[in-house]
């Protein structure tokens, strides 16, 4: 029953998770600067902080409380990982939801299996498994196997956007896509994947801070509201400082009061959007608590996720006009990255 609850929360967290971005396309007359900031101020700073009052109201005293190391490095990965959240953004606004999210989020689900056994590996900890000995025993072997089959994925999903590329003509991709580019869009969904990865680490990372919290008799299925706390910080500030400069390089400050726009309607679907995004970990806490693996429990989030962005994708009709053969291609890279993901579940789960 426990593990039924926890991929029940997985779905509904990966369901927000991949249906967050559909407000903000929904927005009109605002830079993408100026309505990723303020939805992104719902996702890292006011939700979060009024989840985890709600939930453990001895929040802030936790984190007084926990040792400067650990807030340290999981601030720092909230830095390394905002990088990676800002350029997911990027990512969706160049490719689409479906072919954005799949390589992204491919990448991110590989990633983030790994990320901790090669920090193991340079800084050895008690009880934690390095990537040497990922490739001794059988569970790390699939995990490494489920990576590779994972690259493989993408891959052929960026085959599948080439053809589109090549099939469709200007008006047709941007009638779905209005600022579709494949090469800038692979660039950074890549190098966004890769990043993303550090959130799983970060959660690792603060740890300590949601063990206090059920300690203190709080309930565990809300622990990991504590560490949030800390690691979105680190999001907020790399993602405030890149979209300020922005809004000073394009002089699109003013655009939240611009004459003529629907300000009021874009703030609420940006806030909308924000805590869609911020529901996503409130619900993978809850799941981890229940599957109490972090390893697979993120991958059966990046799974969710991944289908349910491409299933708006389909809605948004973003594979419309290209070939039989290409859309093959793009459903075979999408079920090529889902067995990866289920590989490297499976290996976690072994270990």
């Not at 989030?301 to 491409?310: S, V």
Request: positive net charge; aromatic residues 14%; hydrophobic residues 50%.
């Amino acid at each position: 029953m426990q593990v039924l609850f926890g991929i029940l929360y997985h779905t509904i967290g990966g369901i927000a998770s991949g249906s967050f971005y559909m407000p903000f396309k929904k927005v009109k007359d605002w830079a993408w600067e100026v309505f990723w900031l303020f939805g992104g101020l719902f996702s890292w700073l006011f939700i979060p902080f009024i989840a985890a009052w709600l939930t453990v109201p001895n929040f802030s005293a936790i984190i007084a409380g926990a040792d400067g190391g650990v807030k340290s490095f999981t601030y720092a990965m909230g830095l390394l990982w905002g990088i990676g959240g800002l350029t997911y953004g990027l990512g969706v606004r160049y490719l689409g939801m479906s072919l954005g999210n799949s390589v992204v989020l491919g990448f991110c689900s590989a990633f983030g299996a790994l990320v901790p056994s090669v920090y193991y590996a340079l800084v050895p900890v008690e009880g934690k498994t390095t990537i040497v000995e990922m490739a001794q025993n059988t569970g790390g072997q699939l995990v490494l196997l489920g990576v590779l089959v994972c690259l493989a994925g993408i891959a052929i999903t960026g085959r599948a956007g080439l053809l589109k590329e090549r099939e469709l003509t200007e008006a047709q991709k941007t009638a779905s896509v209005q600022e579709f580019s494949l090469v800038k869009g692979l660039v950074i969904a890549v190098f966004s994947g890769i990043l993303s990865s550090f959130f799983n680490f970060g959660i690792e990372a603060g740890k300590p801070m949601a063990d206090e919290a059920v300690r203190q008799g709080f309930n565990p299925l809300f622990q990991n509201n504590v560490t949030y706390i800390v690691l979105l910080w680190g999001g907020l500030t790399t993602n405030a400082v890149w979209c300020l400069y922005l809004m000073l390089k394009n002089k699109t400050f003013g655009d939240y009061f611009k004459t003529g726009a629907p300000n009021g309607r874009n703030a609420l679907l940006s806030a909308l959007a924000g805590t869609m995004w911020f529901l996503q970990f409130f619900f993978y806490g809850m799941g981890e608590s229940k599957l109490g693996n972090g390893a697979s429990s993120w991958i059966l989030h990046m799974a969710t996720i991944i289908l349910t962005a491409n299933l708006w994708g389909l809605y948004l009709k973003e594979w419309q006009g290209v070939s039989k053969q290409t859309f093959r291609t793009f459903l075979l890279g999408l079920g090529v990255i889902l067995v990866s993901i289920f590989l490297v579940g499976i290996g976690n789960s072994i270990n």
